[in-house]
């Protein structure tokens, strides 16, 4: 079965395919302008959500019988609870899909997922991800991230600080801009010289005419090429006094509003190179649906009936581990008393049934999903409590197969792992 990654971010939606090896294709994007008229309150606007609509539905009448996945990003995390509980039941009302409002942490771990090992270099890297309304930076040296910066600074921050940026050429200078950019960026701890700018930036650096070389530096599929941050530079200056806003749109006519945010991303990824000292730019296709197919979740929690289904949930627990996804609760695998009325579990020993439930709840807390683990469609009592904890939160709840109680149903959620 073909799995579809909808990204929804503050700017641009793109629909995904996954491979079965966890390759990442690019079918279909779409730019709207979520931050016209949003109130963290409130919402989104009725048009941009009706848009919304419109655009996921095309996604599934596009690839019957595929698994569709949702994540959004960025301002969507900005909505005040109340907001985005009604926000996520009305689009799940409206598609019958969970819209999974992601961490800024689990987002990170995605960019750094589509990239670690991607470069051999034994010195430290830049990755570079610039979204709608923040933008991420983390060194990575070999398999670690060593260090990790989000910065409230993206595509609409410029667009709201210079609104003639996107005339048909720019009525705001790029070094006034490039300044500005810069002003609100952090140190950074370690030096490097070498950044991969990820994000659809080698589609559009190609569509644009930037001068692109070979990459020398490294050997990866996913990465041929490389540009010197001396060209970048005097690219993006042609792209912004030079070059017509009509003539980028040209360039990607199934989505033109897409080059409106093309400024103003390479004038942060600009400021960026210039502050770090950063001598050679990889550009990257990649974004967090490459990371996340690679890996999904880096924590769980699983709910269920331990006293019927206690091997399927075992089981479960089993597969996730084996993908390197780490269990917080259950911990343990041998019960003390199989079978019983609570089960408990061996290195759970003088801990009260209270006090586990507790636990369990905690661990939900701190999980990127709740699974449920309801074979033939059935969930308990204890694993009914658990649900109830994790909806208000926001949290991801997945049921392994469709429940068979009427409200459960009706609740936003995922079906199938």
């Known amino acids: 079965m073909d799995t579809i990654l909808i990204d ?87 598609t019958g899909l969970y819209f999974n409002i992601i961490s800024q942490d689990l987002e990170n771990f995605y960019l750094e997922t589509a990239l670690l090992d991607k470069c051999s270099l034994n010195e430290p890297v830049l990755l570079i991800n610039i979204g709608g309304g923040s933008t991420e930076l983390v060194v990575v040296y070999g398999k670690d991230a060593i260090e990790r910066h989000n910065i409230g600074l993206g595509v609409g921050t410029l667009l709201g600080k210079f609104p003639t940026i996107n005339g048909q050429t720019s009525g705001a200078a790029i070094g006034e801009v490039v300044s500005y950019a810069t002003s609100l960026l952090p140190e950074l ?59 980028l749109e040209e360039k990607m006519p199934h989505d033109p509003r897409w080059m409106h945010g093309a400024r103003s991303c390479s004038a942060i990824a600009e400021a960026i190179c210039r502050k770090y000292g ?57 019960p003390q008393n199989p079978g019983e009325e609570f089960v408990v579990f061996h290195g759970e020993d003088g801990m009260t049934p209270l006090e586990l439930e507790r636990h369990h709840l905690e661990s939900i807390e701190r999980s990127d999903a ?21 909806h208000p939160i926001g949290k991801h709840t997945i049921f392994t197969e469709k429940p068979e109680e009427f409200m459960l149903k009706t609740l936003p959620a995922q079906i199938g792992l």
């Open 278 to 334: 950063i001598r050679t730019i990889v550009p990257s296709d990649s974004n967090t649906a490459h990371g996340w197919a690679r890996q999904v979740f880096r924590t769980v929690t699983l709910s269920g009936s331990f006293r019927k289904h206690l091997n399927y949930i075992l089981d479960v627990k089993k597969q996730l581990e084996e993908q390197g996804i780490r269990v917080l609760s259950p911990r343990f695998i041998e």
């Open 8 to 94: 929804v971010g503050s700017s641009t939606v793109k629909v995904n395919k996954i491979g079965q090896n966890k390759d990442v294709r690019l079918l279909a994007t779409c730019s709207i302008p979520f931050k016209k008229d949003f109130d963290p309150a409130t919402g989104l606007s009725e048009p941009n959500k009706g848009e919304l609509y419109q655009f996921v539905q095309a996604a599934v009448e596009q690839n019957p019988g595929a698994q569709i996945r949702i994540i959004a990003t960025a301002l969507f995390r900005e909505l005040e609870r109340d907001a985005r509980i009604k926000f996520v039941d009305e689009f799940f009302a409206h």
């Open 370 to 390: 709740l699974v449920v683990c309801n074979p033939d469609g059935y969930v308990g009592a204890s694993a009914f409590i658990e649900i109830g904890y994790a």
């Open 189 to 247: 701890e370690n030096n490097v010289r070498v950044a991969f700018y990820n994000g659809g930036e080698l589609t559009y650096m190609r569509l644009a005419g930037y001068p692109v070389a070979a990459n020398h530096l490294f050997t990866d599929g996913d990465h041929k090429y490389l540009i010197r941050s001396e060209d970048f530079y005097r690219k993006n200056e042609a792209i912004f006094h030079e070059t017509r806003l009509s003539w």
